[in-house]
């Protein structure tokens, strides 16, 4: 094994490094983040005798992303205390030198959980990295108990995909199923479309191709971070597109992350068409949404709170680290639409605390105890606007709903999502992120804000009835 990675990730995770990134006045208190360094999209995401494993994206050596990636790791049994552990896998090897990358977990019936994810790898000379030069292998790995994951195997190489693929084959989710076990890849073809490969395995070590997955449209040249699922017997892909243009306000991100309900290709057995792409989440920071089933049964989703080659900043990665994960929500299906709230743990935050009812006269500031709680809205008006913390106002008009920020988004502006008939809201306030969920999940905007302790104002232009509760901080602690 190449000790050289641990030693470098070692080396960044220092005391000196923690404690910098620990004392940042933007450090969250109801979210995963990265000890130092930089944190993306979550992976590996599973259950096992009652230990949730949250695995993500990890580059400690920068706060700007630009150095190796591996996987970080914590864990979980309530949802509210966390241990973070060990990291658990190393861009240490010619299968992933380039960057140990995105993937997924299965508890499988051998007691082991077994990891999948991209091997990168850059070839020497001089090549665009697109459509030609870049190694992109799926991989396995595996452990007994999440912790570290060893014993390395490759399970396709760049000659097992379809010849049409571009060098941009990644970000394997595997499940199982009746017939065995079935994995997805998002994709970008040579001729610079978006779509899914789909492949299915008796052993989880041999793969063969049995369909693929295409928009009705052009939906854009990559889909990064796919997760077929189904919800109530829709059969939904999660997925985040690359390259698709505005489109009314379902594209305002410049890599929107949504969802296609699909339908069988009666062309192509064992294939299948994407409907109409819908977004998951109307914020500035949302991406690479993973989803996994519990032991409870519940289907739960969690995101990146950050977005891929934007323009606006995030003021911790002055202190040594930058992003966060997104809550994990439930997901449910009802009248034809994902709906996503947070898991009902999350309200256990605030079980100890003591709630404040208020109704809000039009142009009154209340003022809030503390800016990291929960805010909880009732609405009966068609035109409202309420104004939280700074400078973020939230508004409904003729059937629209509208995020915006100035000062405090460091340039973050405006989103929007329609919703016509807006009756509650729920807004989880945490230091430098908020999360809004309107009519308990029908439409969400998650994003990053930088204001002040100071900065505790709650007006609304409408009379409304609300119920603010401090939010106690979750414990994050060493292995």
């Known amino acids: 094994m190449n000790y050289s990675v641990q030693n470098r990730f070692s080396q960044a995770m220092t005391e000196t490094k923690r404690s910098e990134a620990a004392n940042s006045p933007d450090r969250l208190c109801f979210h995963i983040m990265p000890p130092v360094g ?42 509210i205390h ?13 299968l992933d030198e380039g960057g140990a990358y995105s993937g997924s977990a299965l508890v499988c019936d051998d007691g082991k959980i077994r990891c999948f994810y991209t091997g990168n790898r850059k070839l020497p000379g001089e090549h665009d990295y697109i459509y030609e030069g870049r190694q992109h292998w799926t991989c396995m790995t595996e452990s007994t108990d999440g912790t570290l994951l060893e014993n390395k195997q490759v399970l396709l190489k760049n000659e097992d995909y379809p010849k049409n693929m571009s060098c941009h084959v990644r970000d394997p989710k595997v499940w199982k199923d009746q017939d065995g076990y079935r994995m997805i890849l998002g994709a970008r073809t040579r001729q610079d479309q978006g779509m899914a490969l789909l492949y299915t395995s008796k052993d989880l070590k ?15 040249y990559m889909w990064e971070c796919p997760d077929f699922l189904e919800l109530d017997k829709a059969a939904l892909l999660l997925t985040c597109l690359q390259g698709a243009p505005q489109k009314g306000y379902e594209y305002e991100n410049l890599y929107p992350s949504g969802y296609f309900q699909l339908e069988k290709n009666p062309d192509k057995k064992g294939s299948w068409i994407a409907g109409e792409f819908r977004a998951l989440d109307h914020g500035f920071d949302f991406y690479a949404p993973q989803t996994f089933v519990d032991e409870n049964g519940r289907r739960i989703l969690i995101g990146w ?14 202190s040594n680290w930058q992003h966060a994960l997104t809550l994990p929500r439930e997901l449910t299906w009802k009248d034809g639409q994902i709906y996503q709230y947070p898991i009902e743990e999350m309200f256990q935050l605030a079980q100890n605390e003591s ?9 009154k500031a209340a003022r809030l105890d503390d800016r990291v709680c929960l805010i909880e809205l009732e609405n009966d008006q068609k035109d409202w606007s ?4 700074h400078d973020l106002t939230l508004s409904g008009h003729n059937g629209v709903v509208r995020l915006e920020l100035h000062q405090s988004g460091l340039g973050r502006t405006t989103r929007h999502a329609y919703c016509p008939d807006v009756r ?19 439409v969400a ?9 100071e900065d505790r104002s709650l007006k609304a232009d409408v009379r409304m009835k609300a119920i603010i509760t401090p939010l106690a901080s979750f414990e994050i602690a060493r292995a």
Not at 355 to 363: A, F, I, W
Not at 386 to 389: H, Q
């Open 206 to 220: 041999n793969w063969t191709l049995s369909g693929t997955i295409e928009g009705k449209e052009d939906y854009g």
């Open 305 to 318: 709170m950050g977005i891929p080659d934007v323009e606006y900043t995030n003021r911790e990665a002055k």
């Open 38 to 79: 930089w944190l993306n999209d979550p992976n590996g995401l599973c259950e096992k005798d009652g230990i949730n494993h949250i695995y993500y994206q990890f580059a400690p050596e920068s706060a700007a992303g630009n150095t190796a990636k591996g996987w970080g790791h914590c864990t979980t049994k309530d949802w």
């Open 445 to 453: 905007f998650t994003t990053r804000l930088y204001d002040a302790p």
């Open 386 to 389: 309420i104004s939280l913390r």
């Open 424 to 442: 509650q809201i729920t807004i989880f306030s945490d230091t430098s992120s908020v999360e809004i969920f309107i009519n308990h999940g029908q």
């Open 82 to 94: 966390y241990t973070e552990q060990p990291v658990p896998l190393f861009p240490d090897s010619l």
């Open 355 to 363: 709630s404040r009812s208020l109704e809000l006269e039009p142009g």
